[in-house]
């Protein structure tokens, strides 16, 4: 391997820039050329790129989003779109690459791979939704904007007697809401995993712990579960049948932002060094994870065909102690 690529792709997420850095000063320490794409596959078809050195990744570690941009391409989902990525790195000459991102970036990740470009993954997602990987970049510190948003909409919400309906992020799966949940004392998490029981869970919750005394209330809600219509409206439901007055927060974007944790940071650079000393064996098709606080790396094909779920009993826990 003379020349790689870096590309971040989908959604941007706290540790990026770190898992960049590392790629970069791996490969430039071992003697490669190293291409920083732009803008995600979108300006690998548009040969949107530039020569990195050792100097272009200082002082990135600590910053959150990409500077390498991100965006979603709809055309790299079309063979016309791949061939033509194909034809780039011809082009430029580059003999492998490393794309940061989640599930739907690795499904292109093992498409050019199968074209010849090796490429491995590195999981970059807030929402920890890869399968084969136990943490993935940015999951960490987005818990931990999560925890210190709603640590502040709880300090209201304990003033006024009220109950805060908090939506997170997460896509369609719970990861987020379920251990930002535990860790803020939410008394309901409703998360797609589980079947949603508004009634039962959520209301006769709410009416039992009243008769203990309690006055004020957080329910984390992740983005992905169905059937309660909007926050607001779940709001405007609780607050008709507990008499508790509700208020609906929706923390968006911000939980994307932000300087990256320890946690982070360490699991990009190792993830990062990982990636680049697979590409130099030659190898590609592989998606490098964390399981049992290991490093490994998988088969893209085989990793995209294992499945995760919540850990049902963290869902226990929190539920027989935030009441
Ligand atoms: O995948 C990361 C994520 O932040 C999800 O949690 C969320 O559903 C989605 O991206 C939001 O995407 P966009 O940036 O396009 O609004």
């Known amino acids: 391997m003379k020349t790689i690529g870096v590309l971040t792709s989908g959604g941007d997420a706290p540790g990026m820039n770190a898992a960049i850095r590392a790629v970069v000063r791996t490969g430039c320490e071992s003697g490669m050329r190293v291409m920083g794409i732009r803008r995600g596959f979108r300006g690998l078809i548009d040969g949107d790129m530039y020569e990195m050195n050792l100097r272009s990744v200082s002082d990135i570690i600590h910053r959150g989003g990409t500077i390498l941009y991100s965006a979603r391409c709809d055309e790299f989902r ?29 499904k292109g990740a093992s498409d050019l791979s199968k074209k010849g470009i ?21 999951y960490d510190t987005a818990m931990n904007t999560i925890m210190d948003m709603v640590d502040r909409i709880r300090d209201t919400t304990e003033s006024h007697h009220r109950c805060s309906v908090v939506e997170v992020m997460g896509r369609n799966s719970g990861f987020l809401a379920l251990n930002a949940g535990l860790a803020i004392g939410a008394t309901c998490i409703l998360v797609p995993e589980i079947k ?11 009416r039992r712990t009243q008769k203990t005394g309690k006055e004020h209330f957080v329910i984390l809600v992740s983005e992905g579960v169905k059937g309660i219509g909007s926050v607001d409206e779940l709001a405007k439901y609780i607050q008709k049948h507990t008499g508790v007055e509700s208020r609906a927060t929706i923390l968006g974007h911000v939980q994307r932002g932000g300087s990256p944790s320890v946690r982070d940071r360490v699991l990009a650079s190792q993830m990062g060094n990982r ?5 130099i064996k030659g190898i590609g098709n592989r998606i490098v994870v964390t399981r049992s606080d290991n490093i ?13 779920t919540i850990d049902l009993d963290l869902y226990r826990i929190a539920n027989e102690i935030s009441i």
């Open 78 to 106: 079309t063979d016309e779109g791949i061939n033509k990525a194909v034809d780039v790195c011809h082009e430029v000459g580059l003999d492998g690459l490393v794309v940061i991102g989640g599930d739907g970036s690795f």
């Open 118 to 138: 090796p490429c491995i993954g590195i999981p970059g997602t807030i929402d920890n939704d890869i399968a084969s990987c136990d943490y993935t970049i940015g």
């Open 196 to 206: 949603l029981d508004i009634e039962n869970y959520v209301i006769d919750r709410m």
């Open 275 to 279: 990636a680049v000393h697979i590409l």
């Open 296 to 308: 490994l790396d998988l088969d893209i094909y085989e990793a995209l065909s294992m499945s995760k």
